[in-house]
């Protein structure tokens, strides 16, 4: 009741207020400020404040009270955001600093691994190279063997092949004898 009582009162205000400012300001055109018409205004917007505080505070409030829940929700939200980029940002400055760590790892390994590798290669080839060196000794030895062996025989066949004739040359019937019986000899005592 008292609502309405209230916007009666406030639509005859408004509806009045113009009306009576007109009047008092043609009544006092030229008489300097016009304190009537100021004041029925004044009233006018007092009234219009009035109704527009009383009928919106309670929009405007809870408005303002969700903008600022929201706000503050908005608040959080952005600082649990940042709070999980900051932790995201260490995890991923770990990360990097561990892959670092294992590069520079993985790049010791393989220079350790590669002159192991040279080191390793090195004593192949001097271990493949003595055995060529043996073996080149082994068959220069065996050549020079063959070689002796092949010299002997051909000395000795030229040797035989001289005292033979040397025999033919030289030998007489006398000494003929002599040799078979020494020969016969000999052959008697190794039986």
């Known amino acids: 009741m008292q609502r309405a009582l209230l916007i009666a009162l ?4 408004f509806a009045a ?10 009544a006092h055109h030229d ?17 219009l404040i009035g ?4 009928y919106a505070r309670e929009p405007l409030v ?21 709070s999980a980029a900051r932790a995201e940002s260490a995890e991923l400055r770990t990360r990097l600093a561990r892959a670092s760590e294992e590069n520079d790892a993985f790049l010791q390994a393989a220079v350790e691994q590669a002159e192991a590798e040279r080191v390793l ?22 050549e020079i063997a ?23 040359q030289g030998i007489t019937p006398d000494d003929e004898r002599r040799l078979v019986g020494e020969f016969v000899e000999q052959i008697g005592r190794r039986s």
């Open 121 to 142: 290669a090195l004593e192949r080839a001097r271990q493949a190279a003595e055995r060529i060196r043996e073996e080149s000794k082994r068959a220069a030895h065996q």
């Open 31 to 47: 008489a300097g400020p016009d304190w009537a018409y100021l004041f029925y205004h004044s009233l006018g917007l007092s009234l």
């Open 62 to 82: 809870n408005f303002l009270r969700d903008r600022s829940d929201g706000i503050r929700r908005q608040i959080e939200s952005a600082e649990a955001a940042l």
């Open 10 to 13: 406030l639509l005859v205000g």
């Open 17 to 26: 207020s113009p009306a009576l400012a007109s009047e008092a300001a043609e």
């Open 146 to 168: 063959r070689a002796r062996r092949e010299l002997q025989d051909e000395a000795a066949q030229l040797a035989t092949s001289i005292a033979a004739e040397i025999l033919r």
């Open 51 to 54: 109704v527009i505080v009383y």
